[in-house]
T-cell receptor
Framework: DARVTQTPRDKVTEMGQEVTMRCQPILGHNTVFWYRQTMMQGLELLAYFRNRAPLDDSGMPKDRFSAEMPDATLATLKIQPSEPRDSAVYFC????????????FGQGTRLTVV | GEDVEQSLFLSVREGDSSVINCTYTDSSSTYLYWYKQEPGAGLQLLTYIFSNMDMKQDQRLTVLLNKKDKHLSLRIADTQTGDSAIYFCAEARMDSSYKLIFGSGTRLLVRP
């Protein structure tokens, strides 16, 4: 049962704390995307990786967000320090990218910063 | 600009057809997608169309592509209450290493 797994599903944290979200992409996929979903902004692309190398992270606030792929089975998105405006659902998606980039999404991490 | 644009909301009566529209930005995009998001879940691919096609039909779904106007639509025939969800269009931008950009989503409400 190939699927993208995200942990945790829900996270409530206090402002100023570090938050780490994890994603296990589908085995064999070469591209990983991180998106943030809010009511106001819709689905924003934060960063994406191809073959573990970052291709574009221009959608991320650089001062507090960082995204990495320490190995092919794990992608992480960290926020330090977190702020209430970071509250959103964060989705990871993976794909085998050729011309057709059919992306498979995880269930998301719902982050609440109080 | 960067944005893929969709109307935010559509309400239809059960049994009617729904048409969800989208405008995209990159003429080099080779594949265009429609995803569905149900409450509390991630996005799931519904269908996609290759840019050299004008139309694709898949059961109750019809995708129309007007490449000249960069306009994409999704028609759902005989809309059911189970079709109530948020629908996203997306483009894979070939000139940006297939960066996958989504619209803001159209919330479809199907009334009994």
């Amino acid at each position: 049962d190939a699927r993208v797994t995200q942990t945790p599903r829900d996270k409530v944290t206090e402002m100023g704390q570090e938050v780490t979200m994890r994603c296990q992409p589908i085995l064999g996929h070469n591209t990983v995307f991180w998106y943030r979903q809010t009511m106001m902004q819709g689905l924003e692309l934060l960063a994406y990786f191809r073959n573990r190398a970052p291709l574009d992270d221009s959608g991320m606030p650089k001062d507090r967000f960082s995204a990495e792929m320490p190995d092919a089975t794990l992608a992480t998105l960290k926020i330090q320090p977190s702020e209430p405006r970071d509250s959103a659902v964060y989705f990871c998606a993976s794909a085998w990218t050729g011309e057709n980039t059919e992306a498979f999404f995880g269930q998301g991490t719902r982050l609440t910063v109080v | 600009g960067e944005d893929v644009e969709q109307s935010l909301f559509l309400s239809v009566r059960e049994g009617d057809s729904s048409v969800i529209n989208c405008t995209y930005t990159d003429s080099s995009s080779t594949y265009l997608y429609w995803y569905k998001q149900e409450p509390g879940a991630g996005l799931q691919l519904l269908t996609y169309i290759f840019s050299n096609m004008d139309m694709k039909q898949d059961q109750r779904l019809t995708v129309l592509l007007n490449k000249k106007d960069k306009h994409l639509s999704l028609r759902i025939a005989d809309t059911q209450t189970g079709d109530s969800a948020i629908y996203f269009c997306a483009e894979a931008r070939m000139d940006s290493s297939y960066k996958l950009i989504f619209g803001s989503g159209t919330r479809l409400l199907v009334r009994p």
